[in-house]
């Protein structure tokens, strides 16, 4: 029907211009002949008008050609959707808690390694190729942080931040720096504070570590100064040693852990007395003194751990898991066979993992 529309037209065109009477018709020809060649023309006009249209519009409309093709719209594939993650993602607690989930392949990394310790204190913050400590166990603890050390391929140790002078955060030193260089030992204590804080120094002047004291507000940087250290010191001389030991607050981006060392109760409370709660907020806990005692409760308030990292091996029945228990706080154990403990974040996630001792070496 619709070629039949078309061509009609055409028809009724030819047979006005080409066989309608032609008055006048001569016997020579010679009228017929221009009437002929005109209404031949006339029929060449009406041909290219029908094939292409006219000047003024829509014309009469071509045929016989196929029909140009309706555009297609190629389908895309939707991307997938990305996984919503929490800050703290714990692969201790729940092993797949990471799936779907990857750092950025640019992104800078900040690796908070402890070694497989037990009461006592050692953590290795690396971060831009470079790496400080924070304590360095005692003799024991300190050969399994060398250990670690070696398999991380770490030879040089920018800073090593002693928290106060205890055994199981210090006599680490020498095996420490056997294994690798120590540039730089930081102390919040008098040199003479204990006979362990001599014998550290004495170490350090032989073998060539300068030793830099820091003291309370006392800010580090490391790398491009992203990540960054704030000490809390408490000099007030009615609290003992451990009460006194430095809190460390570790910040990379929106990401923080907090490490108490040994500060029981006692410090925790003066700590909250002369400094505003939301400071002390961070996203993980390295709870004090081994997981002995429990915590203060405001202080737990503050702090607001999503987890919590114990430097000692499975002690269930110490008041401090107990009471992380009863909160309901998760937490892991440092000391466990065949395993590290691995903190890493990129400012906006940890992921908290235990990598076995034989892997350590494919994490960079």
Known sequence: MEKCRIMCPFFILIRKVFFR??????????????????????????AGLLLGGTAFGEGIPGGGGPEPPVPV??????????????????CVAEPDADAGFHFRMDADLLHIWFPNIMNADEAILIFQGETWLIDCGDEKNGARGAELLSRLGVERIGKLFNTHPHHDHLNGLRVTNETAKVEELRICFGGASTE?????????????IRVLEYRDGSEFAMGDGSVTLKFWCNTDPSLDMNNQSAQTMVRYGERTILFTADMERAGQASLLSRTVPSALKADLLKYPHHGKTPLVEEFLRAVNPEAAVITNKTVSDWGGVRYLAAKGVPYIYTNQTGVYLHLVTDGEHWIVEQVPQDRVGEIR
């Not at 006048?24 to 060649?37: A, C, I, K, M, N």
């Not at 719209?73 to 993602?89: F, K, S, Y």
């Not at 362990?196 to 060539?208: D, S």
Request: aromatic share 2%; hydrophobic share 40%.
């Open 73 to 90: 719209r190629i389908a895309r594939p939707e991307p997938e959707p990305v996984p919503e993650m929490p800050a703290v993602i714990n």
């Open 196 to 208: 362990h804080m001599i014998r550290a120094l004495t170490y350090a002047e032989t073998n060539g």
């Open 21 to 46: 009477p032609v008055p006048g018709r001569t016997e020579d020809g010679r009228d017929l002949g221009r009437t002929v060649l005109k209404r031949l023309l006339g029929v060449l006009i009406a």
